[in-house]
C-alpha cells in the first residue's frame, strides 16, 4: 500500500460524503480519491463540490488499482454491487464496510474471497460534521497497518473510535452510539415542548435545550476523571429543583427505559444481519 492510498468510495450517500469530505479536508490528495454513484445529478454534486476528485457511474472503474475500497451502499443492494467487484478486489486490496447488518462473512461469501482484510464500520450520523462515534471490527487476515490506516482514515470525521475483538459488539455499538443519536433528538424534542408549554416561544426553547445539551456533553468530555454519575450528583442539590426533576424521571422508569431501547436497537441490528446475510 502506498504512503497516500488510492481511496474508492461506492455510493455516493450522506455518510460517503462525510468520509470523503472528511479526507478532503484534511488533506488527503484528490488525484487520490475516487467514488461511484448512479444518480448523474448526485454525482455531478459531489463532484463539483471536491474539485479533482475521481467522479464515476461505474463501481468497477473506481475499483480498479485501488488499495482502499469503502463500501457505502444500502445494505439491501450490497449483495449484488460486492459481487460486482469480486474480480476487481485483489489480495492487497483492504475493504471497510459501512453498512449496517452486513457482516464481515457475507461480504467474503460474496467476493469468493475468505482471506480479504475486511473492516465492518458502525459509524453514526454526527459524522457529518466531524463528531461522530465509530466501532469497528477487523477481520484475521487486517494486519496491524492495516488497522492504523483505517484509524488514521476515519478520525477525520469521528471522534472516538473504539475496535470491538468480537464482531457481534458491532450491533451493541449500534444499539449505544449508531442508534445514539436519535435517542437525544427525542429527549431534546421533549424538552423543547415542555419548555413551549412553559411559555417559551419555539425558537428560544430550541436554543435553550441544545445548548444545555452541548454544555453537559461538553462537561462529560472535559471531566475525564469524573463519572458520569458523579456529574450528576454535583448539580443535585439536596432538596433543589433537580432533584425534584430526577426524582420524578426515576418514578417514572427512565433507567430502564433506556436500558429497553438499547437492547431493542441491538436485537434488531441482529436480525437484520440474519436476514441480509441470506441475500
Not at 468497477?60 to 467487484?85: F, R, S, Y
Not at 457475507?106 to 465509530?134: C, F, H, K, Y
Request: glycine fraction near 8%.
Amino acid at each position: 500500500m502506498s504512503d497516500i492510498p488510492v481511496i474508492a468510495l461506492i455510493g455516493g450517500g450522506n455518510m460517503s460524503e462525510a468520509v470523503m469530505g472528511g479526507l478532503y479536508s484534511s488533506g488527503h490528495a484528490p488525484s487520490h480519491l475516487r467514488f461511484s454513484e448512479p444518480i448523474e445529478s448526485r454525482r455531478a454534486e459531489l463532484a463539483s463540490r471536491y474539485p479533482g476528485v475521481t467522479a464515476s457511474a461505474s463501481n468497477t472503474e473506481v475499483v480498479q488499482g485501488a488499495d482502499v475500497v469503502i463500501l457505502a451502499v444500502k445494505p439491501q443492494v450490497m449483495a449484488g454491487v460486492v459481487q460486482g467487484l469480486a474480480s476487481d478486489i485483489t489480495p492487497s486490496t483492504l475493504v471497510i464496510s459501512i453498512a449496517a447488518g452486513i457482516q464481515t462473512d457475507a461480504i467474503q461469501r460474496w467476493l469468493n474471497s475468505p482471506t480479504t482484510a475486511i473492516v465492518r464500520l458502525m459509524p453514526n450520523t454526527p459524522a457529518l460534521i466531524g463528531e461522530g462515534a465509530l466501532g469497528l471490527f477487523a477481520t484475521a487476515h487486517v494486519s496491524d497497518d492495516q488497522k492504523q490506516r483505517v484509524e488514521q482514515l476515519f478520525r477525520s470525521v469521528s471522534k472516538v473510535l473504539s475496535w470491538v475483538e468480537d464482531e457481534s459488539m458491532i450491533d451493541a455499538v449500534t444499539g449505544v452510539s449508531g442508534s445514539g443519536p436519535a435517542y437525544f433528538f427525542l429527549i431534546m424534542e421533549s424538552m423543547e415542548n415542555a419548555a413551549v408549554e412553559l411559555g417559551f416561544s419555539r425558537e428560544d426553547a430550541k436554543a435553550l435545550t441544545v445548548q444545555t445539551c452541548l454544555g453537559a456533553a461538553r462537561m462529560a468530555q472535559e471531566n475525564k476523571d469524573e463519572t458520569l454519575a458523579g456529574l450528576r450528583r454535583k448539580v443535585t442539590s439536596p432538596n433543589g429543583t433537580t432533584e425534584a426533576a430526577i426524582k420524578k424521571m426515576e418514578s417514572l422508569g427512565i433507567r430502564g427505559m433506556m436500558k429497553k431501547a438499547i437492547v431493542a436497537a441491538t436485537d434488531r441490528s441482529q436480525e437484520l444481519a440474519k436476514e441480509l446475510g441470506k441475500l
